[in-house]
């Protein structure tokens, strides 16, 4: 008896830590509330097809006037004047597209322990016109030294 006794608490014990085990690797997430610069399609003037954290003036420098090389897109911006002590930037660039009518979307921005993960969609897909375009969007969040993932 007192051998099924021992075999039962240890039982129990294990069945106990595997449960704490999954309690533990279940993924808690928080939405991260973004807000807007800028959204739309790039035409004249592209960049590469990229997903970017900038965190930096520099950089912020360097990709508005890439952006205003040909045409004036920043003016169109919510916004230009960044304050990266307190937050970053996460644009998406997506490839350059024959036709008008698509759009590249950053639909939710959340944060985990171990990052924050980026949730990008394409929600237009065009042909809509026959002028070539690329869509973009830019988005600002606060500042984080977590590493950002885009899926």
């Known amino acids: 008896m007192k051998n099924y006794l021992l075999l039962f608490f240890c039982s129990l014990f294990f069945i106990l830590n595997s449960c704490d085990d999954n309690e533990n690797n279940i993924e808690y997430k928080t939405p991260i509330t973004?807000?807007?610069?800028?959204?739309?399609?790039?035409?004249?003037?592209?960049?590469?097809?990229?997903?970017?954290?900038?965190?930096?003036?520099?950089?912020?420098?360097?990709?508005?006037?890439?952006?205003?090389?040909?045409?004036?897109?920043?003016?169109?911006?919510?916004?230009?004047?960044?304050?990266?002590?307190?937050?970053?930037?996460?644009?998406?660039f997506d490839q350059v597209f024959s036709n008008g009518g698509h759009s590249i979307d950053i639909i939710t921005v959340d944060e985990n322990p171990q990052n924050i993960v980026v949730d990008l969609e394409k929600l237009l897909t065009g042909n809509a016109t026959s002028v070539v375009t690329q869509p973009y969007h830019i988005v600002k969040i606060p500042k984080s030294t977590k590493p950002v993932l885009f899926q």
Not at 48 to 69: F, G
């Open 34 to 92: 973004t807000q807007p610069i800028g959204k739309g399609n790039l035409s004249g003037s592209y960049v590469s097809q990229q997903n970017i954290v900038i965190t930096t003036t520099a950089q912020w420098t360097a990709l508005l006037n890439s952006l205003d090389s040909v045409n004036n897109i920043s003016g169109g911006f919510t916004e230009t004047n960044i304050d990266f002590n307190q937050f970053m930037v996460i644009a998406t």
